[in-house]
Nanobody, 115 residues
Framework: QVKLVESGGGLVQAGGSLRLSCAAS????????MGWYRQTPGKPRELVAA???????NYADSVKGRFTISRDNAKNTVYLQMNSLKPEDTAGYYC?????????WGQGTQVTVSS
């Protein structure tokens, strides 16, 4: 079974930066898409950023220009660099790996941005 483990969450002041990591138990290059999602209480989980096997990237409009998703295939790790953080970015952040048949989720890491 594929396991994804997120790390790097925490408390940061508005305007600050944080880098999240998603370490996979297998070769992340075997997945079609790796992505970061976030969820706040009472709202559905939403896509924040995604990166494909050919390194194409997509971002939610709310984070474009501030967040950067990247991948290190040798380390089987996907990163989310978050800059210019805002209180509205406060959420649980989840890593997702999408293969041809199955999707896999990590347990999440909490990001809290104070004003």
């Amino acid at each position: 079974q594929v396991k994804l483990v997120e790390s790097g969450g925490g408390l940061v002041q508005a305007g600050g930066s944080l880098r999240l990591s998603c370490a996979a138990s297998g070769n992340i290059f075997s997945f079609n898409v790796m992505g970061w999602y976030r969820q706040t209480p009472g709202k559905p989980r939403e896509l924040v950023a995604a990166i494909t096997r050919d390194s194409s990237t997509n971002y939610a409009d709310s984070v474009k220009g501030r967040f950067t998703i990247s991948r290190d295939n040798a380390k089987n790790t996907v990163y989310l660099q978050m800059n210019s953080l805002k209180p509205e970015d406060t959420a649980g952040y989840y890593c997702k790996a999408s293969g041809y048949k199955d999707d896999y989720w990590g347990q999440g890491t909490q990001v809290t941005v104070s004003s």
